[in-house]
C-alpha cells in the first residue's frame, strides 16, 4: 500500500514551499487505516536540530475497533 502526503511550509501566512512524500507500508493486512484528521499542522522553531519531532499521530484500522469492545 502507498500513501502520499503533502508536507507544505509557510513564513507567517505566506506559504513558501511543498513536497510531496511517498509512504510505502510493507506490513498490509486487509484493513485500510484511517487517520482522525484530515490536516495536521505543527511548528518549527528557526534553529529547530536536524531529527526534530514535528507532529506524532496515529491511526485506525478497523482490526482496531474490533478490539476495544
Known amino acids: 500500500m502507498q500513501a502520499e ?3 507544505a511550509s509557510a513564513k507567517g501566512v505566506f ?3 511543498q513536497v510531496v512524500v511517498t509512504v510505502t507500508v510493507l ?3 486487509e484493513d485500510r487505516p484511517t487517520f482522525s ?3 495536521y499542522t505543527g511548528t ?3 534553529s529547530a536540530a536536524p531529527g526534530t519531532v514535528v ?3 496515529s491511526l485506525i ?3 482496531d475497533h474490533d478490539q476495544v469492545r
Open 15 to 17: 506559504p513558501s514551499s
Open 44 to 46: 518549527v522553531c528557526r
Open 55 to 57: 507532529s506524532t499521530n
Open 5 to 7: 502526503l503533502t508536507v
Open 27 to 29: 506490513d498490509v493486512n
Open 37 to 39: 484528521q484530515t490536516l
Open 61 to 63: 484500522t478497523v482490526h
